[in-house]
């Protein structure tokens, strides 16, 4: 590719070579960089779930906190000061679970930058990151208070495993 100064009109190809009495050329395409608007302004963003809008938004970061069950394709489109632009590409993102998190009245869940097990007084408890690292076995009390950095575990109670996100 080469790129041509923002004031040309006109580009040639030229071949200048010792010897040479062929010239191949193929796949020549000439874009011109597209000309916007004067005066064209973001406002704000729309934010798509399966098809139906969800939210507008100046910024530029959105979190679902709601999400449909199962998967779900999300889209943004630009609102500008003179209209709104076409969709972006579509993006999947399905649901994990996670929310479920208790198992014969035990209650695994996350608090204060800790997982907190509740109601497995004398059951062994293992929690391993998402890499299979082990970073705590033990038997737990009454309420056990596991420090953990932020990521994804797996909490192991009981025979049961459920995940766990630490904010």
Do not use: W
Request: charged residues 20%; aromatic residues 8%; contains cysteine.
């Amino acid at each position: 590719t080469y790129d041509l100064p923002a004031n040309a009109t006109y580009f040639a190809i030229r071949c200048v070579s010792a010897n040479a009495f062929l010239l191949g050329i193929d796949n020549v395409v000439y874009k011109p960089q597209p000309v916007l608007p004067e005066g064209l302004a973001v406002e704000s963003y729309n934010v798509y779930r399966n098809g139906e809008l969800l939210d507008n938004t100046a910024a530029t970061e959105f979190t679902d906190n709601a999400p449909a069950d199962g998967d779900n394709v999300y889209a943004v489109s630009v609102v500008y000061n003179m209209g709104e632009s076409i969709l972006s590409d579509p993006c999947t993102v399905g649901t994990s679970g996670i929310e479920n998190n208790s198992m014969d009245n035990i209650r695994v869940y996350e608090e204060n930058g800790a997982i907190v097990i509740r109601g497995a007084e004398g059951k062994r408890a293992t929690v391993s990151d998402m890499s299979g690292i082990v970073l705590h076995n033990d038997i737990c009390s009454d309420v056990s208070v596991i420090s953990v950095s932020r990521g994804v575990y797996v909490v192991k109670v009981n025979g049961k495993a459920i995940k766990v996100i630490v904010r």
